[in-house]
């Protein structure tokens, strides 16, 4: 198993991840549910662990795939600065996520605060997400890219 592999088995988590753990949050906020927000932050928390380990994979798979045919530099760039930017979120997501499982478990009344705080950066989280994996895919999978003229200046 290469890195590249490696890549490919932990960088959906990131993804996908944030987009339960928005649901599970924005759900147990409407339910006044505890226990959905719980597990929204523990969903956020090991998202945040994936995203880690995401970029950690990512050097050594750029290095297997940046010499294939049809990919160039400028795209796996461009999803590797979206990625960054979703693994910095995510860390202050797993964060706040901490704090606002420790505000649930002492029954603080901030609690509430941090929830919709949480659900914000997530918000924000599910938009830079779909950019990751859509820029992502498009490293491999010429026939989603938006663009011809980036099929066609990557055969050169």
């Known amino acids: 198993m290469n ?3 490696l890549h490919l088995l932990v960088n959906h988590f990131p993804i996908i991840g944030t987009i339960f753990g928005f649901g599970i949050l924005l759900a147990g906020i409407i339910l006044k549910n505890t226990t959905l927000k719980n597990t929204a932050y523990i969903i956020f928390i090991v998202t945040a662990i994936f995203g880690f380990l995401s970029i950690y994979t990512a050097e050594g798979a750029e290095e297997i795939v940046e010499d294939m045919p049809n990919i160039g530099p400028q795209i796996i760039h461009e999803h590797e600065e979206i ?3 979703l693994a910095l979120l995510l860390y202050v997501l797993g964060a706040v996520s901490i704090i606002g499982l420790y505000l649930n478990f002492k029954n603080h ?7 919709v705080v949480a659900l914000i950066i997530s918000i924000a989280g599910v938009v830079i997400a779909q950019q990751v994996g859509t820029s992502g895919g498009e490293i491999r999978h010429t026939e989603i890219r938006t663009s011809p003229l980036e099929n066609k200046s990557l055969e050169k």
């Open 109 to 115: 009344a901030k609690a509430k605060i941090v929830s």
């Open 83 to 85: 990625a960054d930017k």
């Open 3 to 5: 890195d590249a592999h």
